[in-house]
Protein backbone atom coordinates (compact mmCIF):
# COMPACT_ATOMS: atom_id res chain seq x y z
CA UNK A 1 0.00 0.00 0.00
CA UNK A 2 2.72 2.61 0.80
CA UNK A 3 4.92 1.72 -2.14
CA UNK A 4 2.16 2.05 -4.12
CA UNK A 5 1.11 5.34 -2.52
CA UNK A 6 4.46 6.61 -3.04
CA UNK A 7 4.89 5.39 -6.47
CA UNK A 8 1.64 7.48 -6.90
CA UNK A 9 2.91 10.82 -5.50
CA UNK A 10 6.10 10.33 -7.82
CA UNK A 11 4.37 9.95 -10.80
CA UNK A 12 1.87 13.07 -9.72
CA UNK A 13 5.31 15.19 -9.05
CA UNK A 14 7.54 14.00 -12.37
CA UNK A 15 4.02 15.30 -14.04
CA UNK A 16 4.06 18.75 -12.35
CA UNK A 17 7.56 19.19 -13.17
CA UNK A 18 7.51 18.25 -16.74
CA UNK A 19 4.08 19.58 -18.03
CA UNK A 20 3.39 22.62 -15.27
CA UNK A 21 6.72 23.84 -14.00
CA UNK A 22 9.36 23.16 -16.25
CA UNK A 23 6.70 24.91 -19.12
CA UNK A 24 6.15 28.01 -17.21
CA UNK A 25 9.82 27.89 -16.23
CA UNK A 26 10.86 28.03 -19.97
CA UNK A 27 8.28 30.87 -20.72
CA UNK A 28 10.27 33.10 -18.01
CA UNK A 29 13.36 32.27 -19.63
CA UNK A 30 12.37 33.08 -22.83
CA UNK A 31 10.77 36.37 -21.73
CA UNK A 32 14.10 37.22 -19.70
CA UNK A 33 16.15 36.96 -22.78
CA UNK A 34 16.93 38.81 -26.20
CA UNK A 35 17.68 37.09 -29.78
CA UNK A 36 21.01 36.93 -28.57
CA UNK A 37 20.29 34.71 -25.56
CA UNK A 38 21.29 37.67 -23.18
CA UNK A 39 19.38 38.38 -20.30
CA UNK A 40 17.29 41.48 -20.76
CA UNK A 41 14.06 43.43 -19.22
CA UNK A 42 13.89 45.11 -22.20
CA UNK A 43 10.84 42.94 -23.29
CA UNK A 44 8.81 43.82 -20.45
CA UNK A 45 9.87 47.43 -20.71
CA UNK A 46 8.51 47.03 -24.26
CA UNK A 47 5.21 45.40 -23.28
CA UNK A 48 4.24 48.58 -20.65
CA UNK A 49 5.71 51.14 -22.77
CA UNK A 50 3.58 49.61 -25.73
CA UNK A 51 0.13 51.51 -26.50
CA UNK A 52 -0.59 48.71 -28.43
CA UNK A 53 0.41 45.95 -26.09
CA UNK A 54 -1.83 47.81 -22.83
CA UNK A 55 -5.04 48.15 -25.34
CA UNK A 56 -4.76 44.60 -26.21
CA UNK A 57 -4.15 43.79 -22.44
CA UNK A 58 -7.57 45.99 -21.55
CA UNK A 59 -9.37 44.73 -24.54
CA UNK A 60 -9.02 40.76 -22.94
CA UNK A 61 -9.93 41.73 -19.79
CA UNK A 62 -12.93 43.79 -20.89
CA UNK A 63 -14.06 40.98 -23.12
CA UNK A 64 -13.26 38.01 -20.58
CA UNK A 65 -15.42 40.15 -18.13
CA UNK A 66 -18.52 40.87 -20.93
CA UNK A 67 -18.08 36.60 -21.44
CA UNK A 68 -17.91 35.59 -18.10
CA UNK A 69 -20.74 38.19 -17.16
CA UNK A 70 -23.24 36.71 -19.46
CA UNK A 71 -22.67 33.29 -18.89
CA UNK A 72 -23.41 33.86 -15.31
CA UNK A 73 -26.37 35.33 -15.87
CA UNK A 74 -27.58 32.43 -17.95
CA UNK A 75 -26.05 29.76 -16.17
CA UNK A 76 -27.21 30.76 -12.88
CA UNK A 77 -31.31 30.55 -13.55
CA UNK A 78 -30.48 27.25 -15.63
CA UNK A 79 -28.75 25.53 -12.80
CA UNK A 80 -31.05 26.34 -10.25
CA UNK A 81 -34.13 25.22 -13.01
CA UNK A 82 -31.90 21.64 -13.86
CA UNK A 83 -31.79 21.23 -10.05
CA UNK A 84 -35.32 21.49 -9.80
CA UNK A 85 -36.06 18.55 -12.57
CA UNK A 86 -37.00 15.29 -11.77
CA UNK A 87 -33.95 13.66 -13.64
CA UNK A 88 -31.85 16.63 -13.60
CA UNK A 89 -28.62 14.57 -13.71
CA UNK A 90 -29.75 13.10 -17.25
CA UNK A 91 -30.81 16.90 -18.24
CA UNK A 92 -26.89 18.11 -16.74
CA UNK A 93 -25.58 15.39 -19.18
CA UNK A 94 -27.40 17.16 -21.94
CA UNK A 95 -25.73 20.58 -20.99
CA UNK A 96 -22.15 19.24 -21.09
CA UNK A 97 -22.58 17.32 -23.73
CA UNK A 98 -21.42 20.30 -26.28
CA UNK A 99 -17.79 20.13 -24.33
CA UNK A 100 -17.15 16.89 -26.02
CA UNK A 101 -16.98 18.25 -29.08
CA UNK A 102 -14.00 19.70 -31.00
CA UNK A 103 -13.87 23.73 -30.40
CA UNK A 104 -12.25 23.85 -34.06
CA UNK A 105 -15.72 22.39 -35.10
CA UNK A 106 -18.54 24.67 -32.86
CA UNK A 107 -16.50 27.21 -34.48
CA UNK A 108 -17.31 26.13 -37.58
CA UNK A 109 -20.66 25.48 -37.45
CA UNK A 110 -20.99 28.57 -36.31
CA UNK A 111 -19.21 30.03 -39.28
CA UNK A 112 -22.58 28.05 -41.00
CA UNK A 113 -25.30 29.44 -39.06
CA UNK A 114 -23.71 33.17 -39.13
CA UNK A 115 -21.90 33.95 -42.68
CA UNK A 116 -23.53 36.23 -45.66
CA UNK A 117 -24.86 33.16 -46.85
CA UNK A 118 -25.58 30.42 -43.95
CA UNK A 119 -28.45 29.39 -42.28
CA UNK A 120 -30.13 32.44 -40.47
CA UNK A 121 -29.77 35.11 -43.11
CA UNK A 122 -31.15 32.27 -45.81
CA UNK A 123 -33.91 32.19 -43.36
CA UNK A 124 -34.41 36.06 -43.27
CA UNK A 125 -34.12 36.05 -47.18
CA UNK A 126 -36.52 33.81 -47.77
CA UNK A 127 -39.56 36.14 -45.35
CA UNK A 128 -38.38 39.23 -47.62
CA UNK A 129 -35.21 40.39 -44.67
CA UNK A 130 -32.14 42.13 -46.30
CA UNK A 131 -29.37 39.82 -44.97
CA UNK A 132 -26.91 41.11 -41.85
CA UNK A 133 -23.46 41.23 -41.35
CA UNK A 134 -23.19 38.72 -38.45
CA UNK A 135 -20.25 36.88 -38.89
CA UNK A 136 -17.00 38.97 -38.07
CA UNK A 137 -18.65 41.75 -35.45
CA UNK A 138 -18.11 41.91 -31.76
CA UNK A 139 -21.81 40.89 -31.15
CA UNK A 140 -20.82 37.32 -32.89
CA UNK A 141 -17.47 36.88 -31.10
CA UNK A 142 -19.59 37.27 -27.54
CA UNK A 143 -22.68 34.88 -28.63
CA UNK A 144 -19.94 32.14 -29.70
CA UNK A 145 -17.67 32.96 -27.05
CA UNK A 146 -20.59 32.80 -24.29
CA UNK A 147 -22.17 29.58 -26.06
CA UNK A 148 -18.79 27.69 -25.92
CA UNK A 149 -18.12 28.47 -22.02
CA UNK A 150 -21.49 28.59 -20.63
CA UNK A 151 -21.27 24.55 -20.07
CA UNK A 152 -17.77 25.13 -17.76
CA UNK A 153 -19.82 28.13 -15.65
CA UNK A 154 -23.48 26.09 -15.53
CA UNK A 155 -21.77 22.44 -14.15
CA UNK A 156 -19.84 24.40 -10.66
CA UNK A 157 -22.96 26.13 -10.08
CA UNK A 158 -25.22 23.54 -10.60
CA UNK A 159 -22.96 21.41 -7.82
CA UNK A 160 -22.95 23.81 -5.11
CA UNK A 161 -26.95 23.82 -5.52
CA UNK A 162 -27.48 20.54 -5.53
CA UNK A 163 -25.37 19.68 -2.24
CA UNK A 164 -27.41 22.38 -0.73
CA UNK A 165 -29.34 21.11 2.19
CA UNK A 166 -33.15 20.86 1.66
CA UNK A 167 -33.42 21.23 4.92
CA UNK A 168 -32.52 24.93 5.28
CA UNK A 169 -34.88 25.69 2.05
CA UNK A 170 -38.08 23.79 4.05
CA UNK A 171 -36.89 26.04 7.09
CA UNK A 172 -36.93 29.46 5.03
CA UNK A 173 -40.11 28.52 3.45
CA UNK A 174 -41.60 27.21 6.93
CA UNK A 175 -40.49 30.83 8.65
CA UNK A 176 -42.78 32.50 5.52
CA UNK A 177 -40.10 33.36 2.93
CA UNK A 178 -41.28 33.08 -0.33
CA UNK A 179 -39.72 31.53 -3.17
CA UNK A 180 -37.37 34.73 -4.08
CA UNK A 181 -36.22 35.74 -0.53
CA UNK A 182 -35.37 31.79 -0.13
CA UNK A 183 -33.18 32.04 -3.21
CA UNK A 184 -31.61 35.65 -2.32
CA UNK A 185 -30.98 34.61 1.32
CA UNK A 186 -30.71 31.27 1.40
CA UNK A 187 -29.49 29.76 -1.76
CA UNK A 188 -27.37 32.21 -3.62
CA UNK A 189 -25.38 32.90 -0.40
CA UNK A 190 -24.67 29.29 -0.01
CA UNK A 191 -23.87 28.95 -3.75
CA UNK A 192 -21.39 31.21 -3.93
CA UNK A 193 -18.72 28.90 -4.15
CA UNK A 194 -19.46 27.49 -6.90
CA UNK A 195 -20.15 30.96 -8.78
CA UNK A 196 -16.65 31.64 -8.02
CA UNK A 197 -15.35 28.68 -9.34
CA UNK A 198 -17.24 29.48 -12.37
CA UNK A 199 -15.92 32.43 -12.33
CA UNK A 200 -12.42 31.00 -12.56
CA UNK A 201 -12.97 28.43 -15.16
CA UNK A 202 -14.63 31.06 -17.61
CA UNK A 203 -12.78 34.20 -16.74
CA UNK A 204 -9.42 32.85 -16.89
CA UNK A 205 -9.35 30.63 -20.65
CA UNK A 206 -11.47 34.14 -21.78
CA UNK A 207 -8.05 36.16 -21.39
CA UNK A 208 -6.20 33.98 -24.09
CA UNK A 209 -9.19 33.13 -26.71
CA UNK A 210 -7.56 33.51 -30.28
CA UNK A 211 -8.67 31.16 -32.30
CA UNK A 212 -12.70 32.20 -32.00
CA UNK A 213 -11.02 35.57 -32.88
CA UNK A 214 -9.98 34.72 -36.00
CA UNK A 215 -12.53 32.90 -37.05
CA UNK A 216 -15.61 34.41 -35.27
CA UNK A 217 -14.34 37.80 -34.67
CA UNK A 218 -12.19 38.61 -38.17
CA UNK A 219 -9.35 39.52 -36.03
CA UNK A 220 -11.83 42.87 -35.38
CA UNK A 221 -11.63 41.48 -31.87
CA UNK A 222 -7.69 41.48 -30.81
CA UNK A 223 -6.90 40.30 -27.68
CA UNK A 224 -3.61 38.54 -26.01
CA UNK A 225 -4.04 35.76 -27.35
CA UNK A 226 -4.05 36.70 -30.31
CA UNK A 227 -0.86 38.72 -30.00
CA UNK A 228 1.32 35.66 -28.60
CA UNK A 229 0.17 33.57 -31.59
CA UNK A 230 1.18 36.36 -34.07
CA UNK A 231 4.57 36.28 -32.29
CA UNK A 232 4.99 32.56 -31.87
CA UNK A 233 4.11 31.60 -35.58
CA UNK A 234 4.00 35.01 -37.49
CA UNK A 235 6.91 37.26 -36.65
CA UNK A 236 8.63 34.36 -34.85
CA UNK A 237 9.47 36.96 -31.93
CA UNK A 238 9.29 34.21 -29.30
CA UNK A 239 10.38 36.50 -26.35
CA UNK A 240 8.03 39.09 -26.86
CA UNK A 241 5.58 36.43 -27.11
CA UNK A 242 6.76 34.77 -23.97
CA UNK A 243 6.76 37.84 -22.25
CA UNK A 244 2.92 38.36 -23.35
CA UNK A 245 2.49 34.75 -21.62
CA UNK A 246 3.91 35.74 -18.55
CA UNK A 247 1.71 38.84 -18.32
CA UNK A 248 -1.48 36.15 -18.99
CA UNK A 249 0.13 34.02 -16.16
CA UNK A 250 0.34 36.68 -13.84
CA UNK A 251 -3.42 38.09 -14.38
CA UNK A 252 -5.12 34.43 -13.89
CA UNK A 253 -3.13 34.32 -10.64
CA UNK A 254 -4.35 37.55 -9.80
CA UNK A 255 -7.42 36.56 -10.43
CA UNK A 256 -7.28 32.75 -9.17
CA UNK A 257 -6.39 34.53 -5.53
CA UNK A 258 -9.21 36.74 -5.39
CA UNK A 259 -11.84 34.22 -5.83
CA UNK A 260 -9.82 32.12 -3.07
CA UNK A 261 -9.28 34.57 -0.95
CA UNK A 262 -13.51 35.35 -0.91
CA UNK A 263 -13.58 31.73 -0.26
CA UNK A 264 -11.09 32.06 2.91
CA UNK A 265 -13.20 35.13 3.93
CA UNK A 266 -16.34 33.24 3.48
CA UNK A 267 -15.04 30.39 5.71
CA UNK A 268 -13.54 32.68 8.55
CA UNK A 269 -17.28 34.71 9.09
Known amino acids: MKKSSLTYYISYILWLLLFVILPLVLLLLQALTNQQGNFTLDNFLN ?28 SYPMAYFLTQLKNHQFWMLLVILPTWINLLLKAYAFIGLLSQ ?66 IKNVIFPLSLNGVR ?11 SLFMITRLIGGNRVITLGTAIEEHFLTTQNWHMGSTIGVVLVIAMLVTTYFTREGNKKGRKK
Open 47 to 74: YLSSGTYLRMTLNSIFYAFLITLITLII
Open 117 to 182: NGTINSTLSFFGIVPYQLLFTNESFLLVSSYIEIPFMILPIYNSLIEIDSNLIQASQDLGANTWQT
Open 197 to 207: TGIQVVFIPSL
